[in-house]
């Protein structure tokens, strides 16, 4: 029988007016762009969560700080990517994700394809087994009023 887990990720990012916005490894032409640590992808960030804790191996705070001077303007995509070598040193691997986006603009349907492009080359897996959702709030609350945006991921891994 295989070990399989069930890992969640949540995460908030602030916009502000003139920030580049990365979103699932791509940067995305837009007004405002996600302000943190990082690049503030908030997709990246919330898989990483979501297959840390599967894992049982805490958050992606834990491991990569952001009072770490190391992490400052980092990548995601190189955040993943050490989140992946993490659980396959434990013998994880991947077996779905499944994310929603809630961002009130830009709509984000058209980049979907290469956000999922971009994801599966850097985990190394299909991209058919990478689900990206995206909705607005109906103008309510912090993402509604444009402030920010925030993302949810839902993971499966399993060790053989």
Known sequence: MKNIRVGFGYDVHQLKEGEAFWLGG???????????????DVLIHVICD????AANMRDIG???SDKDPQYKGIDSKILLKDTLNLLRREGYKISNI???????E???NPH???MKKCLAEV???????????????EHLGFVGRKEG????ATVLIYQD
């Open 62 to 64: 834990y491991h990569f």
């Open 106 to 108: 830009p709509k984000l």
């Open 26 to 40: 791509i940067r995305i032409e837009h007004t405002h762009g996600a302000v943190g640590h990082s690049d503030a």
């Open 98 to 104: 499944d994310s929603t986006i809630c961002l009130q």
């Open 50 to 53: 979501a297959l840390l804790g």
């Open 149 to 152: 945006v925030s993302a949810y």
């Open 123 to 137: 985990m190394d897996i299909e991209k058919g087994a990478i689900s990206i959702k995206a909705t607005t709030t």
């Open 112 to 114: 979907v394809p290469a």
